[in-house]
């Protein structure tokens, strides 16, 4: 019975077993090693991951060969060692001893869609998928160098580099990809250099790098070939102070490599038993993720198959999607399976030839990118000053045109020495096509303290189309080309672009700028609107109406005063106690007197009012006159704050700008920073267009000429000049408020070894109050104006305002002498009639005195004659 017992148990546990062993699948994972202790290192890996799998329906086993050098034996030994034992997968090193590639693996494998993962193959020959259709590896190809190779280069802000590449697959591969790479960052190979692997001598190949204007020179070579380079450039001087070398990490191994040189090391790269731990892992998690979904069928078992694997194309994808975080870091694949985020070592050669560690590259404690450790590297010459990376002139072309008060220029003396006129403290010698001129002006005087600050010497020359720069199609070409000074500078006809040249995007795109020297804006210059002044100016603080009353005022008042004097019991009085005469009425001629004299605040010594009712009125209108007499005043103050100049415009929104009509025309200079500004803000697009319809004004002086003669009735530029025009020419006025606020900046070609130090020297002049003296020379001039006002001035009467008033003095003046004339006529007519009169007079009395004699005598002679006649009587009586 228990016998019995026994036999029923074993049967049942057998039956398990098979169940257990039927549900279960065995994943084989091939290996072609470079030795025994990596094949044991290997089956150890494999142990490891069943133990840690989770997944008790999966088992992976292990199948190992070593690799045979050649790639024949090697790829029969994959036929007849590793696909008879249904491997999956298979991971690939390389021979014991050699650093030969995987090749035959991969072409074998390839050929029956089995995965070949390679832990040390780094030839960029791997990533062609078209040939290697089934290859992973843990491992970058030679040719990603190229990324840490740019970083590197950003990070040391060199910009222009030579590129020493041998004529093989690998050489052209890194440069393909450092050309892809450097363009996104603005990076340009000045020149490529290609040469032949295996060659004894290669002084003629570096030749050409001496004359170039970079000193950064980037080498991909194999070892070999790297020890003699660095020989024959050490000869010709390639190896000292002012150059740079970086170097691929082949070329890196060279013996002799010297002191200051830069290379890449790969972490891990040689450290095959964390390649081969990463790659079973990779593979485990791979299969166990894919497996949770699929059915895979059974790989081929030998080359004498002639179809491939059904399911290889999908366990491929599953490799390439799987990604963990390995021994050699965080292991992921592209689509071309090469690694992806390595890890990087920064290698420098120290004074003691030896290589150390100075930065990492790649992926680690979830960053990714370039971190330098420290600045004190060691380069070329065994200095520890980072090279400027071009080999520099300090004898630069200066770029700059006309445009006051930045630039003026002169003809240049007799005696070939130019002298600066004031404010300038600076002139130099300049050209314009073959004329010698003098340059002279705010750009002029910060030049000579930046070259003196920045040590460099310089010749000066005019643009020659005396623009500053637009990107435009040229030619009814396609392609856009700048113009101008930006031009010159693209095409390195100059260094330094030294004027007011505005800093926008547009421009910020092709070249470099220094920190702005001065912040400016926009503005709007337009002749002054002075109103009329007529004769009558005096008389506009009350209208005309208020002016006839005033008058019909003065003489109902002065009527109503005589009347009122006249007829009143009291307008005649004599002083008690007093013998004068009795005073006579107020006549019509004093009460106007009266009237005119208390409003016009004369004195009034005799002609006055007598009766108590003429005097309440004069009372009366002497409180009239106070009140008109005082508005007259406050009014005429107003009208004269009133009476300045005025803008023609308000500023950018006025109704005139922004719906311009043809009577009312405005532009700016074609071509230039401002009209970039309106053609890129959507809401001035219809101020562009009136401007593109209206004429053309190349240069600021020919549109500010206009202005003048009233050809143009706006004129929009930066405003340093408008401010600089309006303060020397009192015609012209500045409107409204600035808008679109930038800055002037001094401009380079891009990565320029000269940018930094010249934006420091910006910098240092604004902190010194530098910038501030040259603001307060050239445009801040307000103070100085010689305009007769300002608009922060208080308004003055002139000659204008008050002409009429001279010509009432004028014509009472006229007058009076008139009336003299007329007075002195009238009274010697009246004279001659009094005279002529007194004649008659006195004729008629000498007349009537003639007869009263006449009569007197003739009664005397009858008084006489009678007398005589009584006397004769007597006498005759008497002698009776």
């Known amino acids: 019975m228990k016998m019995l017992k026994m036999l029923l148990l074993l049967i049942v546990m057998t039956l398990l077993l098979i169940e257990s062993q039927a549900s279960e699948q065995i994943i084989t994972i091939g290996a072609s090693l470079s030795s025994e202790k990596m094949e044991f290192e290997f089956q150890q890996a ?26 024949i034996r090697s790829a029969l030994d994959i036929c007849d060692k590793l ?62 160098q190229a990324d840490v190779w740019v970083q590197l280069l950003v990070n040391l802000s060199w910009y222009k580099v030579i590129f020493v590449y041998s004529a093989d697959e690998e050489g052209r591969a890194i440069l393909s990809r450092f050309q892809t790479l450097a363009e996104e960052v603005n990076i340009r190979i000045e020149p490529s250099i290609k040469y032949t692997p295996g060659e004894k001598n290669y002084t003629s190949v570096l030749e ?28 010709m001087g390639m190896t000292g102070e002012d150059w740079a070398w970086i170097v691929s990490e082949q070329a890196f191994e060279a013996y002799n490599i010297p002191v200051g040189f830069l290379g890449v090391h790969l972490v891990n ?26 059915n895979i069928s059974s790989p081929p ?50 004074a003691n030839r030896r290589a150390m560690s100075v930065g990492l590259f790649g992926h680690k404690d979830q960053a990714i990118g370039l971190r330098m450790m420290g600045n004190n590297l060691t380069w070329p010459g065994n200095v520890h000053v980072k090279p400027k990376g071009e080999k520099i002139s300090r004898n630069l072309t200066i770029v700059t045109l006309v445009e006051k008060p930045f630039v003026e220029v002169t003809p240049l003396p007799k005696d070939g020495v130019c002298r600066p006129v004031y404010p300038a403290k600076h002139a130099f010698p300049c050209k314009n096509g073959t004329q010698d001129l003098c340059c002279m002006g705010y750009c002029m005087d910060m030049l000579a303290k930046i070259s003196k600050d920045v040590q460099f010497n310089f010749t000066i020359h005019l643009s020659k189309d005396g623009l500053f720069g637009s990107f435009e199609r040229h030619n009814s070409s396609d392609k856009k080309y700048w113009n101008g000074m930006m031009g010159e500078l693209m095409r390195q006809e100059a260094d330094l672009i030294v004027a007011p040249l505005t800093i926008n995007p547009e421009r910020a795109n092709d070249i470099d700028f220094t920190k702005p020297f001065k912040y400016q804006g926009l503005n709007i210059l337009v002749r002054k609107t002075q109103k009329d002044s007529s004769l009558a100016s005096f008389l506009q603080p009350f209208q005309d109406t208020l002016w006839i009353l005033v008058g019909l005022s003065v003489h109902v008042v002065a009527l109503v005063l005589y009347l009122l004097d006249r007829f009143s019991p009291f307008g005649r009085f004599k002083l008690a106690k007093s013998d004068d005469t009795e005073e006579d009425a107020l006549n019509l001629s004093s009460a106007m007197w009266f009237s005119w004299g208390v409003l016009l605040n004369s004195g009034i010594g005799e002609g006055t009012p007598r009766s108590f009712s003429a005097r309440v009125l004069g009372m009366v209108w002497a409180g009239f006159a106070m009140i008109i007499v005082a508005s007259y005043t406050a009014n005429l103050a107003a ?21 311009p009509n043809e009577k009312f025309k405005y532009a700016t200079v074609k071509g230039s920073a401002v009209e970039m500004y309106f053609k890129r803000q959507v809401e001035l697009s219809t101020m562009y267009r009136n401007m593109e319809n209206q004429k053309k004004y190349y240069t600021a002086e020919a549109a500010i000429a206009d202005i ?39 401009g380079l070609p891009k990565n320029s070894p000269w940018t930094h130090d010249v934006s420091m020297a910006v910098l240092r002049m604004h902190e010194s109050g530098f910038m501030e003296q040259l603001d307060n020379s050239w445009i801040l001039v307000d103070s100085k104006s010689n305009c007769p006002e300002s608009n922060s001035a208080p308004a003055t009467l002139g000659l204008t305002n008050m002409a009429g008033v001279f010509m009432m003095v004028a014509g009472g003046i006229v ?58 009587l007597s006498v005759k009586n008497g002698e009776l």
């Open 639 to 659: 009208f004269l704050v009133l009476d300045r100049p005025e803008a023609l415009i308000s500023g950018i929104d006025d109704p005139r700008l922004r719906n």
């Open 208 to 235: 050409p790098i001496l004359k170039c204007t970079s000193r950064v020179i980037l080498l991909s070579a194999s070892t070999e070939d790297a020890e003699k380079i660095y020989h024959d450039a050490e000869l």
């Open 83 to 144: 696909l008879t034992q249904h491997v999956f997968t298979v991971v690939a090193s390389h021979p014991n001893s050699t650093d030969h590639s995987p090749i035959s693996v991969s072409y074998t494998c390839g050929y029956y869609k089995i995965p070949v993962l390679g832990i040390s193959a780094r030839d960029s020959a791997f990533s062609d998928t078209n040939v290697h259709t089934m290859f992973l590896r843990t491992v970058p190809p030679y040719s990603h």
């Open 46 to 71: 494999v142990s490891h991951l069943n133990a840690k799998s989770k997944q008790r329906h999966i088992k992976f086993q292990s199948s190992t060969i070593l690799m045979d050098s050649n790639p």
């Open 815 to 872: 007058a009076g002498i008139l009336l003299i004339f007329i007075e002195i006529a009238y009274k010697r007519h009246r004279g001659l009639k009094e005279k002529e009169l007194e004649l008659a007079r006195n004729a008629a009395d000498r007349w009537r005195g003639n007869i009263e004699k006449r009569k007197k005598l003739r009664e005397t002679w009858q008084y006489l004659h009678a007398l005589h006649g009584s006397q004769d």
């Open 269 to 294: 790269g040689t450290n095959e038993v964390n390649h081969i731990k990463d790659a079973v892992e990779v593979i485990g998690e791979a299969f166990i993720r894919l497996m949770s979904s699929d």
């Open 301 to 350: 078992t030998g080359c004498n198959e002639s179809e491939s694997w059904s399911n290889g194309d999908d366990v491929y994808n599953a490799l390439k999607a799987t990604k963990i975080e390995g021994e050699t870091g965080q292991v992921s694949f592209n689509e071309k399976g090469d690694r992806v985020n390595p890890m990087y070592e920064i290698m420098n050669i120290n």
């Open 708 to 746: 003048r003669l009233g050809e143009l009735q706006a004129f929009i530029w930066d405003s340093p000049r408008l401010e600089y025009e309006a303060s020397n020419d009192c015609d012209l006025t500045t409107a409204g408020d600035l808008f679109g606020r930038s800055g002037l900046g001094i």
